[in-house]
Structure formats: C-alpha cells, structure tokens
C-alpha cells in the first residue's frame, strides 16, 4: 500500500533543485553568509508581497513575536507585567514570546467554525492594563482582523499579529501582516513558505519598529561594535534567504492548489461525526492546516493510518495544560479550547496531492463507521 504523506518536505523543496544548487553555489562563491544582499533581496521581495513597507528577516517565528515585543518595550510603549490578548487555541510559541517578554497572557477562546480569536469576549474583557492584542491567523485564516483593527484603534491597543501560518492570506485585500502595527512571520520548514531550516520575519508599516527589531535581532547594535541595547543574536542567514526568494516565487500557486483541495474536502466530505471547518471566500484563507472535528477523533486517525494516510493533530495539549505554563495557569479551563484539542485532526492538504490520493482520503473518511 502506498502511504499518503502527510507533508513530504522532502519532495516539495526538490521541485525547485536546480534554482537551490544554483543559490547555494552563489552565496559560497560571495562568501557572505549573514546580512548580506540575499537577505537584503529576499526583504523586500517579502515586503512587495504583503504590501508593507519593512521586512526585517529574523531567525525564526518566536523570535519575530518576541523581538517586535522587546522592541515596544525599548520604545517605552511597554512596561514589564503589561497585558497582551492572546488566542487560548494556538501553537505555543505565541505564548511564549509573550511570556518570555515579561508580560502577562491573557487568553480568549475561539470561535468553533473558524478557530481564530471570538470578537465577543475581547468587548467584555477589562482593558485597563490591556496594551497589545496578538490574533493568530490559525490554520491560514484570517482573524476577524476588521474588527479587532477597529476595536484595537478605539483602545489604544496595538496589534501583533501572528502570521505564522498564514504567508498570503488576505481579506479586502490586505494580506496577514499588513494589518497590524507589526506581524510576525515564521519559515520554519512546514508552514506555506518554509525554509531548509528555521528562519522567520518581522512585518511593519513603522520606520521605528522595524529599526529596532533589526538592532534588537544583531546584538543590539546599529554599528558594529557599538551595543545600545542588550540584544538578541537572531538574524536570517543569506543561504535561508536565498532560499526563500525561490519558494517565494510559488507560494501562490502553492497556496491555489491548497485552497482546491479543501474545496475537494469541503465539498465531498460528508459523515454525520465529522465537522468541517467553514469555508471563506476564494483566496483569503491559505489552508495551511485542513482541521476537521470529530468526538472519537483518535479512532478517526487511527482508520485513517490503516487505510495508508498520515495525519497530525494540530495541537494534542493546549498551551495553559503545558507543564511550561503550570503552575500559573493551573486549574484554569478554556472549555471550547480544551473541546479543540481532543477533537481536531489534520488531513493532509499539500501542493504534491493527487487527484486520486484527493480521492482516496475523500472517501476513505466516508467509510469511517458508525
Ligand atoms: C510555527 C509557529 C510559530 C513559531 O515559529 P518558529 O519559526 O517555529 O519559531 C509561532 N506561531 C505559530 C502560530 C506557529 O505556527
């Protein structure tokens, strides 16, 4: 039986071997192998992208959360113990940026049908320490971004988007990281834009924040030599960079054949156990993550292994039952979140699918019994 990969890294890098031998030889040829022009380029072919005006590349997505945090910091926009809205349901690391940078996490639940931060508690919550929101666009979907940008503007809240998963994804036209005073972007090799090793960036429209998150990143120094801040080494690497100009140039077609596949899987999967994530409007939504839900999950995942697909669950254990996060958030319970976790599942939805694997996870799942 041929085995349904869940994400075949190795495959998906090897479409583009010859650009990557070739970006490989030249920046050994120029022997500069951090800040050097390939990162220079690679910026702001990123920034064309998003529409933003800076990219600042970084060594990896905490680090991007975390420096663009201790940058507000320095600024003096944030003082240690502040408040930061965070999603309960999210990859830890967004925690951990928060956490890292001395502040206080202050999590909210999710809307079931989307899994992106729900708008109705954050007009409930009390917002007098409240000084940044961090929405994740979770699984590739957009977060009610039109919303928390107003709501956040009223407040004097800044935005710190977690844009992770969601290199592309738009609404009204403006892509995830160009909404907020700063996104944070990772390359690790999984997500829709991925390096050969772990890389990240900082969006943002602000002069001031992407020079201090440059400094901040490079021993928080703006000259060599010369440290006015007690930095961070947390650069992206001329190799990465090279790298990622090339996987740059197919991540929306990339991001095209992922959105036909969960049309595939929206459309034709159909069992009375399982319940698909909503639809969004064509393009906005880059399906990073294809999650379904489902109460016997494990036995879900578990038919589906012996039918030859590989699945992952995005994620097993929510960040505040995390030992890192015990004891301070101990006996605390986010229910939907908590409902997430033992009921979501990853089906395999990467640009290599064939129409006939399509079909055969498709009706696979339809066969599960009951
Ligand atoms: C991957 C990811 C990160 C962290 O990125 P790294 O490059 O692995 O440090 C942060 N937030 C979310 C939502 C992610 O999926």
Redesign the pocket.
């Known amino acids: 039986m041929d085995i349904i990969n869940y994400l075949p890294l190795g495959a998906l890098r090897n479409r583009q071997a010859e650009r990557y031998q070739q970006a490989l030889r030249q920046v050994v040829e120029k022997g500069q192998f951090v800040l050097g022009s390939a990162v220079t380029a690679f910026e702001q072919e990123f920034s064309r992208f998003i529409n933003t005006k800076h990219t600042v590349g970084v060594g990896?997505?905490?680090?991007a959360?975390r420096l663009v945090l201790e940058a507000w910091k320095w600024e003096g926009f944030l003082q240690p113990g502040d408040e930061v809205i965070v999603p309960a349901n999210?990859?830890i690391?967004?925690w951990l940026a928060v956490e890292q940078a001395g502040l206080k996490i202050i999590p909210v639940e999710p809307e079931l049908d989307t899994f992106n931060i729900s708008i109705s508690p954050l007009t409930s919550l009390d917002l007098t320490k409240v000084k940044v929101v961090l929405p994740?666009h979770?699984y590739g979907r957009m977060a009610p971004m039109k919303f928390i940008q107003q709501w956040a503007i009223q407040n004097g809240i800044r935005i710190l988007e977690?844009a992770?998963?969601a290199h592309g994804a738009r609404v009204d036209g403006i892509k995830a990281g160009a909404w907020g005073d700063a996104g944070a972007f990772?390359?690790?090799p999984g997500?829709n834009l991925g390096a050969i090793g772990?890389a990240?960036a900082v969006t943002t429209a602000h002069a001031d924040t992407a020079k201090r998150v440059r400094i901040l990143g490079n021993y928080g120094s703006e000259k060599k030599y010369h440290n006015i801040y007690p930095g961070f080494n947390s650069r992206l690497d001329e190799l990465q960079a090279a790298f990622l100009s090339i996987e740059l140039s197919q991540l929306e077609e990339d991001n095209h054949l992922r959105e036909k596949i969960a049309e595939l899987y929206l459309t034709q999967i159909n069992h009375p156990e399982i319940k698909l994530p909503s639809s969004s409007k064509t393009g906005e939504n880059v399906w990073h993550i294809f999650p379904v839900l489902c109460k016997r999950r494990n036995q879900l995942q578990e038919w589906l292994t012996q039918g030859g697909i590989q699945t992952l669950i995005h994620y097993p254990i929510p960040p505040y039952q995390q030992l890192a996060f015990r004891p301070a958030f101990s006996g605390k319970d986010w229910p939907l979140t908590t409902r997430i976790h033992s009921e979501i599942l990853s089906l395999p939805i990467h640009p290599l699918l064939t129409p006939e694997e399509i079909e055969i996870v498709i009706s696979r799942i339809n066969a599960f019994p009951y």
């Open positions: 990896n997505g905490l680090d959360l999210t990859y690391a967004t994740v979770l977690d992770a998963q990772s390359f690790y997500k772990d990240g």
